[in-house]
């Protein structure tokens, strides 16, 4: 009798021990009793009542990524293309999630599916490859609000690859090669135009300064030319004055007259007037030279003659 007991109590130990259960952070069990919906177990202890409470759902609370494989689309031009996405979501209500829908990934992406291709199906393939931010936002805006009842808050909706067919991508990188080509001829052009442009200046700027040189040094040529010219009527002025206060002779202005004669006549001028004052000083000059030269030849006797 006594070692039936023990069994019991060991038994009715273990059961309790195995009706402990400790829920974690970030998890929620939902409890059924009976087969129904009983509770939702948070962060804890909790006990169940052996054999008629069970834990029918662990729910992760924390945020999930879902990659889903990439969908055929088409555009409103009839392209067809393959496109990935990626869901970011977190489920806020244990209980919905539970009993809402059955399989619930499933039916996320299926819904991710059909929305893609009723947006993309609006728009040609430039404005799909340029409007992802469009497509993310409506997207996540029709999946919130289709996942609702179900417990389930879409909080991203991002599209990863968008792979148009290869003879697309091939006109695409054609096109893009050409547009890079006339970019590059007009940033050329452009700096050739500045190129030129500053060339201009340049040499616009250096002939400037060079005739503003010659200009300077034109006027310094002219003031030393002005200067040297009065200098020198200023020296002739001041020997003349010197000359007329002291009082020259006839003789003397005779003399300077013939001086300046004799510097004309060794020019190269063909044909000279001479003025009849100066003739005729020429004249006498020259008779008293002829005179003194006769004199000079004159020849002398030795003897007298005897009478």
Known sequence: MGIVLILLVVLLAVIVIANIKIVPQAHTYIIERFGGYYATWNVGLHI?????DRIAKKVNMKEHVADFPPQPVITKDNVTMQIDTVIYYQITDPKLFAYGVERPMMAIENLTATTLRNIIGDLELDETLTSRD??????????????????????RV???????PAEIQDAMERQMKAERERRES????????????????GEKES??????????TAIKEAEGQAEAIIAVQTAIADGIRKIDEAKPSK???????LESFE?????????????????????????????????????????????
């Open 48 to 52: 169940k009542v052996p054999f008629i």
């Open 134 to 155: 469009m497509v993310n936002t409506k997207m996540r805006s029709i999946l919130d609000e289709a996942t609702d009842p179900w417990g389930i808050k879409i909080n």
């Open 158 to 164: 991002e599209l990863k690859n968008i792979m148009p």
């Open 186 to 201: 007009i940033l050329r052009a452009e700096g050739e135009k500045k190129s030129a442009i500053l060339r201009a200046e």
């Open 207 to 216: 002939a400037i300064l060079r005739a503003e040189a010659k200009k300077q």
């Open 251 to 257: 003789e003397y202005l005779t003399l300077k007259s």
């Open 263 to 307: 510097k004309a006549a060794d020019g190269k001028a063909t044909k000279i007037i001479i003025p009849s004052e100066i003739q005729g000083i020429a004249g006498l000059t020259s008779s008293i030279t002829e005179i003194a030269r006769g004199d000079t030849n004159k020849p002398t006797s030795g003897k007298k003659k005897e009478g």
